[in-house]
Structure formats: C-alpha cells, structure tokens
C-alpha cells in the first residue's frame, strides 16, 4: 500500500511526488499521456506543451528579431538571418525531452513509482489506472489530484489542430503563417502572438472584453497594450468572434463589433480562450467527490476536498492556473500529509506575461486597494532613467510599488520592462517577511542593474527617489 | 516512564469523537501545550495537547477511529538530552521555571533578525523589539509594528498628566489628584482590556440554599471540633463549580491566539477583598481536595491576604474564579472575567425569599447565581449547563460525594 498516490506529473504532481518522498512517504505517481512516439511522457502541460516549449519559442524568436532589427543599433551589420524553423523546433523539442527526462531521473533518484496509465479515483484508499487497456486497483493512504487542465474550446471556432490550433497547435507549426489570427489577448495569446510577429507573421489578436489585461495595474495594462501595438500584435478589444470558417486556402473569421459586423481573413487561427480543469472522468461517483459549475474540485485553503485523505491541487483548483502556484500546493498538502506544518499565501503568488518586455506582478494594484478603502501611496521608476536600461537598449517600461499609506508595508509591486519577472520576485521575496517600503530603499542594490528601478520606485514611494523627480506630497 | 495522553471529557450531549489527524506523529518531539491531536465531535473540534515537553511514544488511536470521552489515545513520555534537566523536570520549581522560560534573548541578538526600517525606527524611538507586538515572519519586528506601536502609545500619551496633589480646577473648586497604586492600576487595564478583548455575557440562576444551610446546622460544630476549621459555605461552592468544570471542560478552557488550550487541572480563583483592591489567590489542584483541604485555603489565603503576605504566585494561573459579592449585601451583580480564563461564577446574598415549591408558596433562603462567560469559546447552552450543574449540587449537596 502506498501513502500517497499523485494523479498527475505536471509541476504540481511531480513536485509533490519528489517532496512526499523526501519526507520517507511511500509515493507513486500516475501520468496517463504519452507522445507522438507512443513514449510516457512526464512533466504534464508547463513542460510539454506550455511553459518551458513557449520560452523556448520566445527565446529563438526574440533572438531573431533582436538580429533583424535592433544589431544595426549597436553598429553590428550582419546579412538578413534566415529562419530555419523545423531547426529551431527542434532545439525546443530537446529542450522539452532533456527537462521531462529530467523528471523521470529525478523520480528514480527519490525512488517515487511512476506508473502510466488512465487514473480514476474509486474511494479514498483505492485509484483504479487503466494500463494498456487493462484495470489495475491502486490501495494508498492518501489521494492527490493533479491533473491539471485543457485549453477551452468554443464552438463558433472548432480546433483541427491544422488551421484553427489550441496553445499545443501554436507551439508546432511547420512554416511561419503568413497571417494570424488569434482569439483571446491573455497571457497566452500575448506571448504566442508574439511569437509569431517576431518571426514574421502578420498578428491581429481579437479580445471578447472591452478591457485589457484587467488583472494587471492599470497604468501597466495601458503602457502593454501601447508597446504591443508598436510591436506589430494588433490587438482587438471588444471583438466577439461569431463564426469561423476553414476553405481551401485559409480562415475566415467573422467578428462582431460594437460598430458591425468585421470579418478577417488568415492563414492560421489560434484560440486562446484560456484553460479549463482536466476532471472528466477522474473519479468514481461513489467517491464522494463532486466538481463545482465550471468543473473544478472545490478545496479549502489546505487544499483538503470534502472527502477525507483526497486533496486536490494545480489547476484542477480555484486560484490561478500557475506552475509556481500548483507546486507549492504540491509540496504544502504532501508536508501536511506527513504531519508538517505547511500554509500557501495566496496574495502572495506573482503573475507574469513573458514578453519582451516581460511584464510581471505581485500583491494588489491600485484599483484593487481603492476598491476595498485601503489608502495607499505609491512609487515608480521609469527604466528611461535607468542606466543600466539604457546601456542594454532597453528602457521601455517602468516599476511601480504600493505600500500601505500609514504603515508603509508593501501591497504590492508591479513591473513592465526588462526582467520585470525577477524584479518582482524580489518583491516576493520582501513582501514574505512583511517588508516596508523603506526596507527595500535601506537595501543595498547592485549598480548598474536593472533591479535599481526597484530599489528607485520603493524609495519614491516616500518621496526619497534619487534618479527622478519626486512627485510633491 | 510514560504517561497516558487521553481524550478531553466530553460534553454531555457529545456521545463520541473522531481522531481527525495527528498533528505530531510518534516520535516527534513536542513542546508542553502544542496541540498534539485533534478530535471532531459532531459539535466542535477538540485539541489534545502535550501534558509536558516530551515525544508520543505511542500513539493508540491513528487518524479516523472512534474514541470516548476520556479514553486513552497515545502514550507520551519526558525526553531530556541531559539528566540535569530530567531532575529538574521532575522536582518543578513552578516559579523559577517561569522565571527562565520568559528571561528575554539578548536585544542585541534579537534586533539583528529586524528588517532594516524596522531597527532604524526602533532605534529612533528608543525601543527594543520586546516593547513592540511582533508580527513579521520568524518573530520579526516589521515597520507595520512599529508605527502600529507609536501610533497607539501617542493615542493614550495626551491622557498622562503628571501633575499630582490638592489643586484647584478650572471652576475654582477644589480637587485631589493621586497617582493610583500598581495594584489599581494593574486592576483598571486588566479589567478594560477584558471588556474590549473578550465577547462577555452574563447568565443568571437561582439556589435554595436551604439545604446546605440545614447541613451546616447540623454538622458544622462537629466540623469545627473535629478539622480545626469553619464549615463555610465557600467549600460547597468550589467543589461544586470542580464537579461542573469536569463536566464541561469548555468552560475551564482558554483561548490562546488561535488555540483553545485545555486544562487538565482545575485551578479555582477566590476573589478576596482586602484594603489595596480585590485579589484572586488561586486554590490549585481543587480536583484533589477534600471540603476540609478547601475550606482551609480558603482560610489561609485570607489570613496571608489581611498580612498583605500574599505573593505573585499564589494569584497565577487560576481556570475559573469565583467571586463573592454576597458578603457586602450584594443581590445581583455581573462579574468581570478574570483572564484568560473563560468564566466566573459569581455568589451573592442568601435573601429570605418567597417561592413556589410543590405549588405552594413557601420561605426560603435564596441565592442569585451570576455566571460571566466569554461567548467566543461557549456557547449558551453551555453555559446554562454549567451553572445549572452548580445549582444542582448546590441544592442536593449528597450530589457533591456521589460526584453527580
């Protein structure tokens, strides 16, 4: 018998898995998918088909761009590169196999039991896993669901995986599409799409709501969608796609508008809609288990579902669907498990959008605070002003923190511009131990980096910035 | 040498319980009151803790089974990495151990684990990270505490007045300011900050006191003759109120951060009256002690409290008090809750009353009951039960040697 059982190897499972043993728990580990070789495949969506294929995508073609358009800017003329793109595929594919191998040796080292095949939980004790067509019961102590979640499909636009893709479609094509289409201006649409127009294709993104990144602070949301427009992505608000039609030779997509009907017309159309739990058919209707109306696993904040010994965790829960928030969940319900005390702060898990520039965010934003009458003052710092920014050619963009308007604790930090992710994560990091603002302007940072915006924006937030003009209280 | 580790008593109506999870698991080293276990009745979820620094040595009951009120679950016993500390632990020095437990870690120490605007200001305002409530991670100061602080203590600065003595105020008549003595003052904030911290309530009964008094008449002399000491009507009201506080042990419970902390003991406060303010010299163990054993604590306390001899120790601790109004001809009062504790009980004057019994209106010695309770951790009908308990033996004392 084993003590846990995790549904499910993507960073929540296999995280959970790796730590559960660490801590002597007897754990196994089941993973139903298998690639286009018929080969188990570890690592679930971020290291198959999300996190790690996309930055591999982004990467290449940012290099590209860079060497298009911005060698000639620090006086390196080089002939037009040239695309290879199956290459480039494949430099992502290796990246992909060396990370889920990766998994694999690190389930062997710890000695956690991977076993492949379909999983359906039958009560708290037993998982029955469908192997090669063939029913085997699993008896475990505890049941860990981490099964993640599927790109949404809606019905006016059928995905073929040809010409209308999901995020796994974007990730595989063969040639640049001369035009593309792509529904929903998400993190996942914004990052694929910028793929794809660094490369070369024409981008029209169209965005059902009338706002843009809405999660974002609002002066970040309005700063993105300027820049991204600048870089070629087009982006639509307010466009309800109506039909969408495959011919011969292209897409047709028909849209609604405030002002009519709008039709467009490319070779390529990715849907983006966002994600949905991965739940059909997990558990036995005798399990005790029930989904919520949009198909998640209710939990409390321990991620603990109504029956006792089964948790849930990762995308399959409320909570933002993030790899970093699904494997804390992970590591924090295996460590319960073996009578540890372990809690996740929710308000405190960043959010990122890996364009170029990066845009990245932790705690509240403005609006946020003005809603629920917290005062607060702000600070930011423009990486105009930012030698290091300019050095790089980079100064688009700026840091923005918020702290508490009597306490001076930070609510949040907000950044758009050069490795905004791991600015803001420095802002995780002080926000974890409770930090003021002036904690980070009494941090000595490294000169010249681009992580001085921050320690500048924390420092204007008491009006004490030194590089730019403080605002007058 | 292990020690049993039991399930809490349970209330009345709570049949049974769950063991929903072990928080510490065997072997695990565990601090005296960490929660260890923690039970799922159909009506609360109840936390065992550790009865002493030690490790469960085993554990008789895993997560999911039944068990009864009071029935053993685990067993736990006393680790000591030097036989020094094992001598020590087993001849308890109760105040020096409190003495040491709370001897503060070296400022200097402690100030360097502060975030970096958290030390400058406590410097700046001359604080140590002890005068400030901590709330940062790992114990930190952060600047939210301090400024938290500052803000509070120049709320209540402006109150401070230093002049002292006769002095004439502003309408030209005379006036006598005093500066109020620790006692009172340690009285006025504790008795505040109970009312502020606390959701308190009052719940009232009644008790014929008549068979009690017809058990001192008969009884009393050979009482005296026989132990030396008065036979009160303090004695029945303690044993009383130790029956009752087994029987919910809620209510000899107390609420600690997030914690519900059960007491297996039941330690009785006496609220005495002396020339400086009201003390509460605490009765220990009560549980043990015999009417006798009560009646001369009692006695006691009140002697060394006349001498002003009482000492910190003897006003410690203490999981329920119970308060005498009755002799100054108090009728009906509602006490104030000595805290942490959860409840008191409080006593007044035995009035010739006329009453109903049998249908018939009869002459009785009455007594009104008060009972203060803090309503965070009980809940009404509990603490109907409970003073209901006391007026039941109270009426039928052969209650109290039956232990019903």
């Not at chain 1, 914004?190 to 009338?210: F, H, K, P, Q, Y």
Request: charged share 25%.
């Amino acid at each position: 018998m084993f003590d846990v059982v995790i549904i499910g190897s993507g960073p929540a499972g296999y995280v959970a898995a790796i730590r559960a043993a660490q801590l002597g728990l007897n754990t196994a580990c089941i993973e139903k998918s298998f690639d286009s070789e018929g080969k188990s495949q570890l690592g679930g969506t971020c290291l198959n088909v999300g996190c790690i294929p996309s930055k591999a995508l982004l990467d290449s073609s940012h290099r590209y761009s860079d060497a298009l358009n911005h060698f000639s800017d620090h006086g390196i003329e080089v002939s037009k590169p040239k695309l290879d793109i199956p290459k480039m595929m494949e430099r992502k594919n290796k990246v992909v196999a060396q990370l889920t191998a990766g998994v694999g040796g690190l389930f062997k080292a710890n000695k956690v039991t991977a076993i492949f095949g379909e999983a359906k939980v039958l009560n708290s004790n037993q998982v029955e896993v469908l192997i090669d067509n063939k029913s085997e019961i699993i008896e475990t102590k505890n049941i860990v669901i981490a099964s993640g979640s599927l790109p949404i499909n809606i019905p006016v636009a059928p995905i073929d995986q040809k010409n209308i893709v999901d995020s796994t479609g974007a990730l595989e094509f063969s040639a640049v599409p001369e035009k593309l289409g792509i529904i929903g201006a998400g993190v996942i649409g914004l990052e694929l799409g910028s793929v794809w127009a660094r490369l070369g294709s024409e981008v029209t993104i169209l965005e059902a709501m009338d706002d843009f990144l809405p999660m974002a602070d609002q002066k970040v949301s309005k700063d993105v969608l300027k820049e991204f427009n600048k870089q070629g992505l087009n982006i639509n608000l307010g466009c309800k796609v109506t039909s969408a039609k495959v011919t011969a030779k292209n897409v047709k997509i028909g849209f609604k508008k405030k002002d009519g009907d709008e039709e467009l017309i490319v070779d390529k159309l990715i849907v983006a809609v966002g994600r949905k739990p991965n739940t059909a058919n997990l558990f036995d209707e005798n399990s005790g288990l029930a989904l919520d109306e949009k198909g998640f696993i209710p939990v409390n904040d321990y991620c603990e579902t109504k029956v006792k010994n089964i948790w849930a965790v990762g995308d399959v829960v409320r909570g933002p669907m993030l790899a970093h928030k699904a494997s804390e969940e992970g590591i924090m319900v295996v460590e319960r498990i073996a009578g540890k005390h372990a809690e996740m702060h929710y308000d405190l898990v960043p959010s990122v959008i890996y364009t170029h520039p990066e845009v990245a965010w932790v705690g509240k934003n403005e609006a946020e605070l003005s809603e629920s009458g917290i005062e607060f003052k702000s600070g930011s710092f423009p990486f105009a002003a930012s030698g290091r920014a300019l050095a790089t050619g980079e100064s688009t963009g700026f840091v923005k923190v918020i702290a508490d308007k009597k306490t001076d604790t930070i609510l949040g930090v907000h950044a758009f511009g050069p490795s905004a992710a791991d600015i803001v994560q420095q802002g995780v990091v002080a926000m974890e131990f409770g930090a003021s603002a002036e904690d980070l302007g009494l941090t000595i940072f490294s000169h010249p980096t681009v992580s001085e915006a921050l320690h500048e924006a924390a420092m204007a937030v008491n009006g004490n910035a030194i590089h730019i003009g403080n605002r007058k209280k | 040498m292990a020690t049993e580790v039991k399930s809490p008593t349970f209330p009345e109506s709570v049949a049974d319980g769950t063991i929903a999870n072990w928080v510490k698991k065997e072997g695990e080293k565990v601090q005296q009151d960490e929660v260890i276990a923690e039970i799922e009745t159909d009506k609360v979820v109840l936390e065992v803790v550790a009865p002493f620094d030690g490790v469960i040595s085993k554990i008789h009951k895993p997560a999911g089974e039944i068990v009864q009120s009071a029935e053993l679950i685990a067993e736990f016993e006393k680790v000591s990495d030097h036989s020094a500390d094992n001598e020590a632990d087993q001849h308890p020095e109760p105040i020096l151990k409190t003495e040491v437990a709370s001897e503060p870690i070296a400022p200097e120490e402690e100030e360097k684990l502060n975030g970096p605007a958290a030390t400058r200001l406590l410097k700046e305002n001359n604080l140590a990270s002890d005068d400030v409530v901590a709330s940062g991670k790992g114990g930190r100061v952060t600047k939210a505490d301090v400024v938290n602080h500052l803000s509070e203590s120049s709320s209540k600065a402006p109150q401070k007045k230093e002049v002292i003595g006769i002095q004439p105020s502003q309408t030209g008549r005379d006036e006598e300011r005093v500066p109020m003595s620790r006692l009172r003052a340690t009285i006025a904030k504790r008795l505040l900050s109970v009312k502020q911290e606390t959701a308190m309530l009052t719940t009232f009964n009644e008790v014929d006191m008549q068979p009690i008094k017809d058990l001192r008449a008969k009884y009393g002399k050979e009482f005296e003759e026989e132990h030396g000491v008065k036979l009160g009507f303090m004695g029945f009201f303690v044993l009383a109120s130790v029956q009752a506080l087994k029987k919910f042990p809620l209510v000899n419970a107390s609420i600690d951060g997030n914690d519900i902390v059960y007491h297996g003991y039941q330690d009785v406060g006496v609220a005495v009256s002396t020339e400086r303010g009201l003390v509460v010299p605490v009765i220990r163990d009560a549980d043990n002690l015999t009417m006798v054993q009560v009646e001369q604590s009692i006695l006691d306390y009140a002697g060394k409290a006349r001498d002003g001899k009482l000492g910190i120790n003897d006003m410690q601790g203490g999981t329920f008090t119970i308060s005498n109004g009755g002799i100054y001809g108090n009728l009906l009062s509602t006490p104030i809750l000595n805290a942490p504790q959860t409840a008191i009980l409080g006593m007044h004057k035995i009035q010739d009353r006329p009453v109903a019994l049998d249908g018939e209106v009869v002459i009785r010695p009455m007594m009104y009951l008060a009972m203060s309770y803090d309503h965070r951790l009980l809940d009404g009908k509990e603490a109907v039960s409970f003073l209901i308990a006391i007026k039941d033996q109270l009426e039928s004392p052969e209650r109290l040697l039956l232990n019903l």
